[in-house]
């Protein structure tokens, strides 16, 4: 539904003031029928309905427009070699890029729970959002972060968003409704890129096809998904690997193109607990950890021909995030979550990274306005040093050179 735009409103409005004066005269001058009166009535409703539906016609600038307009000056490009990160951190790719141009709405971004984010103080409830109260605890307030966050990120780059409300599956856990919803989202998307509830993408500028060049995505692959961290579960070391002794892939974020070979991939991951193809599956269907593990216990050596159908990201860049191992001994590999931090245990800290990759975006914003248009905004008294302003120079001109 189209929000009512500025220009309706202010139509209605002159309709309403219109029957009200109508109303107001006909009454005045004594002679004023009923049927009069509902004759002026009816002109009114009808002069306000074509006035809003001729406003209708000249599309208004939509909500994805204004934010992919304000992200313009910061937007990465698709096809660069490099990226520098707010910490200062470089990252390159190294293969020659499969994606030069952006996707839009060829791509979308879902994310699915089986619960509600709708109560108080929750992305879909009723009440004003108060984010200071937002507690990122896991559940809905865990939701209204990510949620925020991933349909943010959608906008900025004009990928399609949605939020999937699925009901739970008799006898299976409930993330096992991933394969489910991605087949579906398959059907009608070039991309379906899923992230969990308690992940975060954390550089609003960097957008998914440069991450796709990075990881070497190209235009047959199927699927994406990171490297799990190692973890030491019950005194089991290997607890994060398949029978094989390979670290499993985690599904907390997965890009999924549409391909044939992904639809049967996708079919044979939801088949998988029915064991018709692959004995043992069953085990995965409650037990920890469910489609993840199936997944990386049999589909991921099934559907693989050319090596790059399947791509592993590194587990630095999409797991983990800031002082999880530090915190947290049992968590063998010390991933920092570089581009998708993915909070497993402290989940509450959804909403800190929410903030931290908003404002660190709109602050680059905000800092390129202020200093592309110094000579409005900064007054001094003296000039600072030649020293200083040569060191500033400097650093200016490697910043430029980044971009
Ligand atoms: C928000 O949190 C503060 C501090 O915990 C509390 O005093 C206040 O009542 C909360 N407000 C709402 C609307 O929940
Ligand atoms: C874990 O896996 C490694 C490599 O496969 C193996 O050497 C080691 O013995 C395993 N540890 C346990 C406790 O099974
Ligand atoms: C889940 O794991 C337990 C312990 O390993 C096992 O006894 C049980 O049979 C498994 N569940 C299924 C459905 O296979």
Redesign the pocket.
């Known amino acids: 539904m189209l929000p009512p735009s500025c220009n309706r409103l202010v139509g209605l409005g002159i309709a309403t003031f219109t029957l009200i004066v109508l109303i107001f005269i006909a009454l005045h001058q004594g002679g004023g029928s009923i049927q009069q009166i509902k004759e002026a009535a009816k002109n009114a409703a009808s002069s306000a309905a074509s006035s809003a539906q001729t406003h209708l016609t000249t599309k208004p600038t939509s909500f994805g427009d204004q934010i992919s307009q304000l992200y313009q000056s910061i937007k990465h490009p698709v096809d660069s070699y490099h990226y520098v990160d707010p910490s200062g951190m470089e990252f390159k790719v190294t293969a020659n890029p499969s994606w030069k141009e952006p996707l839009g709405n060829d791509v979308l971004i879902v994310d699915m729970d089986t619960r509600w984010p709708d109560g108080?103080?929750e992305v879909f409830g009723k009440t004003k959002l108060?984010w200071?109260?937002v507690t990122g605890n896991e559940g809905g307030s865990m939701l209204t972060a990510s949620v925020l966050n991933h349909f943010m990120y959608a906008q900025i780059h004009g990928y399609d968003y949605k939020f999937y409300r699925a009901e739970p599956m008799e006898g299976l856990h409930n993330t096992w409704i991933k394969p489910y919803v991605l087949s579906e989202f398959l059907q009608s998307y070039r991309f379906v890129v899923f992230i969990d509830a308690d992940a975060t993408i954390q550089h609003l500028d960097v957008p998914l096809e440069w991450l796709f060049n990075k990881w070497g995505i190209t235009h047959r692959t199927s699927v994406a998904m990171p490297i799990d961290t190692r973890q030491i579960l019950n005194g089991d070391e290997n607890a994060s690997c398949d029978s094989k002794g390979k670290v499993t892939l985690n599904t907390g974020f997965v890009i999924a193109q549409k391909l044939p070979l992904t639809l049967k991939m996708m079919k044979a991951w939801k088949d998988c607990p029915t064991e018709k193809k692959y004995k043992g599956c069953a085990n995965w269907k409650e037990n920890w950890s469910h489609e993840q593990r199936a997944f990386s216990e049999y589909i991921r050596y099934d559907f693989n021909p050319d090596g790059d159908n399947i791509i592993e990201i590194p587990c630095d860049d999409a797991m983990g995030y800031p002082g999880l191992a530090k915190n947290h001994p049992h968590i063998l590999s010390d991933c920092k979550g570089r581009f998708v931090r993915h909070h497993t245990i402290d989940k509450s800290m959804t909403k800190t990274s929410t903030s931290d990759a908003l404002l660190n975006s709109l602050t680059d914003i905000m800092q390129k306005s202020l200093m592309r248009n110094k000579l409005k905004y900064w007054v001094s008294e003296v000039e600072r040093p030649k020293e200083f302003l040569e060191k500033f120079k400097e650093a200016e001109d490697k910043r430029e050179g980044e971009e």
């Open positions: 108080d103080n108060n200071e109260n």
